[in-house]
């Protein structure tokens, strides 16, 4: 089972819109290696985990990984939306032609003709996409479990190293303070999942260094990266078990296969968080298009309801 908290794992910096940057993002939510096939990877490899009860930290790690990458789609799900959460706002009267209610007489979406990923307007209403940076829909097929654990555990590790170098690129398109906070905080956990892949790897004897080399990037030189790493925050791994019965401590523990000098260390859950908040009405793209008095006079009679069922009977 899963719980959800009302936060956000990061916190997301404040800067104008920009559709652009929110289209780059898209292809570390729904590209080959972005954070929805993480997710998918992780969780599908731990559900049809197979072995004797000493395996059970591979599977716990897997479990806790998949389950923070459920996180992270949140995180840059949100993230593209409030980048694109920019066309001009409706000032306009219903009596006014449909080209004319934007700020200033500005044509209110007229921004999703100029830059981006016109679907994020015309099929999204200025919100995330289950596709990549050329609109490619998201695919089962980029998910890989073959069910044996070594062929698995480094599969994952190019996965996690490939999305890191990409979002290392991202990164260098954009200079946009939301977009970066963001891809800056999954660059750093990136490199702890690698870490975490690579130790499982060592422990069941795998040289995986001399087969697949991690991707140097010298991400620590982007400053929201490296306020982070000076934190430790790629070298702590959490579980997300709300029973605190995970054995990945197990494998996530002694020197960081990055060589930095830090300790791998286990957490049940990340410390802090941001609380989510409702994104505000887009009139210009009828969302979410909600009659003002139908939807007062519905929250007035649940409440009513909730009363009534919280009274005692008599």
């Known amino acids: 089972m899963y719980l959800h908290?009302?936060?956000?794992?990061?916190?997301?910096?404040?800067?104008?819109?920009?559709?652009?940057?929110?289209?780059?993002?898209?292809?570390?939510?729904?590209?080959?290696?972005?954070?929805?096939?993480?997710?998918?990877?992780?969780?599908?490899?731990?559900?049809?985990?197979?072995?004797?009860?000493?395996?059970?930290?591979?599977?716990?790690?897997?479990?806790?990984?998949?389950?923070?990458?459920?996180?992270?789609?949140?995180?840059?799900?949100?993230?593209i939306a409030r980048l694109l959460d920019g066309a001009p706002g409706y000032?306009?009267?219903?009596?006014?032609?449909?080209d004319k209610p934007g700020a200033k007489g500005a044509t209110p979406l007229s921004i999703a003709?100029?830059?981006?990923?016109?679907?994020?307007?015309?099929?999204?209403?200025q919100g995330a996409l289950p596709v990549d940076a050329v609109g490619n829909p998201w695919s089962g097929s980029y998910v890989y479990n073959s069910g044996n654990l070594v062929l698995d555990l480094l599969y994952n590790l190019m996965l996690e190293s490939t999305g890191r170098l990409q979002k290392c690129r991202i990164y260098e398109m954009t200079d946009n303070k939301a977009a970066r906070s963001t891809i800056a905080y999954?660059?750093?956990?990136?490199?702890?999942?690698?870490?975490?892949?690579?130790?499982?790897?060592?422990?069941?004897?795998?040289?995986?260094?001399?087969?697949?080399p991690i991707p140097k990037t010298n991400?620590?030189?982007?400053?929201?990266?490296k306020k982070l790493t000076d934190q430790g925050l790629q070298s702590i791994q959490y579980t997300f078990d709300a029973e605190n019965a995970s054995q990945?401590?197990?494998?996530?523990?002694?020197?960081?296969?990055?060589?930095?000098?830090?300790?791998?260390?286990?957490?049940?859950?990340p410390a802090g968080g941001v609380p989510i908040t409702i994104a505000p009405e887009r009139r210009e793209e009828f969302a979410p298009g909600l009659d003002v008095e139908l939807l007062s006079?519905?929250?007035?009679?649940?409440?009513?309801?909730?009363?009534?069922?919280?009274?005692?009977?008599?």
């Open 248 to 269: 990945a401590a197990k494998l996530y523990r002694g020197a960081s296969p990055s060589n930095d000098g830090t300790e791998l260390s286990t957490a049940q859950m």
């Open 113 to 125: 003709k100029d830059t981006g990923n016109i679907h994020h307007f015309l099929v999204g209403a």
């Open 219 to 225: 991400a620590e030189a982007f400053p929201e990266v």
């Open 186 to 212: 999954l660059i750093v956990r990136d490199q702890a999942h690698e870490n975490a892949f690579a130790k499982a790897l060592e422990s069941l004897g795998v040289n995986w260094g001399k087969v697949l």
């Open 91 to 98: 000032s306009g009267k219903k009596s006014d032609p449909v």
């Open 5 to 79: 908290i009302q936060k956000l794992i990061n916190e997301i910096a404040v800067d104008e819109p920009d559709p652009a940057a929110a289209n780059a993002l898209q292809e570390g939510l729904g590209g080959q290696f972005g954070e929805m096939r993480t997710m998918m990877q992780y969780l599908f490899q731990s559900m049809n985990f197979r072995g004797d009860p000493s395996s059970q930290p591979y599977k716990d790690l897997l479990q806790g990984v998949g389950t923070e990458e459920i996180s992270h789609v949140e995180l840059i799900g949100t993230t």
């Open 297 to 314: 006079l519905i929250q007035a009679t649940a409440e009513i309801e909730i009363a009534s069922a919280d009274s005692p009977t008599s």
